[in-house]
């Protein structure tokens, strides 16, 4: 786990995880429904709510469709979607889970997400802005799941970081779902639009005026190699049960990982 200063920065890694919590609350606070979900066709307010939330469902019935094969988890008391937004996804575990718990570094996120499942009270909603689960006992849940999150995290490191957590929190004879880039194309390495949002933002440029005037957003993109992580998993005491899955889109290659203990 990478060491936290008090400023919020990781040595070595040039990470601010504070700006990375203003970056999300800006997200938050303009196009929730996009920032989550980022078909171009939806940005500013075109996403349907019931059509979003439908769309989590269908993620989640694939990802336990898979565990299932292999008799996991073998729990439903809990389960923890890591980077739960808006709870799209955290609103389909709980159909399957008692307890579900969707954690996010964007407070106004978390506030939406209540806002949206105050109907479920099964669903808790937290704001999470440390670089690790603290919060969180070892082996407190029986699901894990982290989808298209962890590659906007600032930094290899503070993936790695969150990914043992990920492992740790995760209940023997449970299961751990999550996905991350393994490649970025060079001509996206440079991530040119995120700087300039962040150049400007700084000069105090308003999030609304970046984002709908200037349609820029100011979304990172990590990615690790598949060895690194596997590797990761495993000195977290994780065991892959079943072969790691790449798919490509605009080539980025996005390795999903399918995890016991």
């Known amino acids: 786990m990478p060491m936290c200063t008090a400023a919020g920065h990781y040595p070595g890694a040039g ?8 970056d999300w609350e800006d997200l938050s606070r303009v196009d929730p429904l996009w920032a989550v979900l980022s078909d171009p066709s939806k940005r ?12 989590g469902q269908r993620d989640v019935a694939a990802f336990l469709g898979v565990c299932r094969r292999h008799g996991l988890p073998r729990e439903r008391t809990s389960a923890l979607d890591f980077g739960c937004g808006a709870g799209r996804l955290t609103r389909a575990l709980s159909e399957h889970f008692a307890r579900c718990v969707g954690v996010d570094i964007s407070a106004p996120m ?3 997400a209540r806002s ?11 704001v999470n802005d440390s670089a690790d689960l603290a919060r969180f006992r070892d082996g407190e849940f029986d699901f894990v799941l982290s989808h298209i999150t962890l590659q906007h995290v600032p930094g290899r490191d503070v993936m790695l970081g969150y990914i043992g957590e990920l492992v740790r929190v ?16 060079v001509r996206n390495r440079a991530q040119v639009g995120r700087r300039l949002y962040g150049a400007l933002r700084a000069l105090g440029v308003t999030a609304e005026t970046l984002q709908r005037r200037l349609r820029l957003q100011p979304m990172r993109m990590t990615a690790v190699p598949t060895p690194v992580v596997e590797a990761r998993i495993e000195g977290a005491g994780g065991r892959l049960i079943e072969p790691t899955r790449e798919e490509e889109h605009s080539g980025i290659v996005s390795a999903g990982y399918f995890v016991t203990r």
């Not at 990470?15 to 203003?22: G, K, Y």
């Not at 500013?44 to 769309?55: A, C, H, I, L, R």
């Not at 995760?170 to 194309?185: N, T, W």
Request: net charge negative; glycine share 8%; proline share 10%.
């Open 15 to 22: 990470v601010n995880l504070a700006t990375h919590r203003r």
């Open 44 to 55: 500013f307010g075109n996403w349907d709510p019931d059509e979003f939330f439908e769309s």
């Open 110 to 112: 978390v506030e939406l």
């Open 116 to 126: 949206y499942h105050a109907d479920r009270p099964g669903c808790e909603f937290a």
């Open 170 to 185: 995760l209940r023997p004879g449970g299961a751990l779902v999550f996905q991350v880039p393994s490649s970025i194309p």
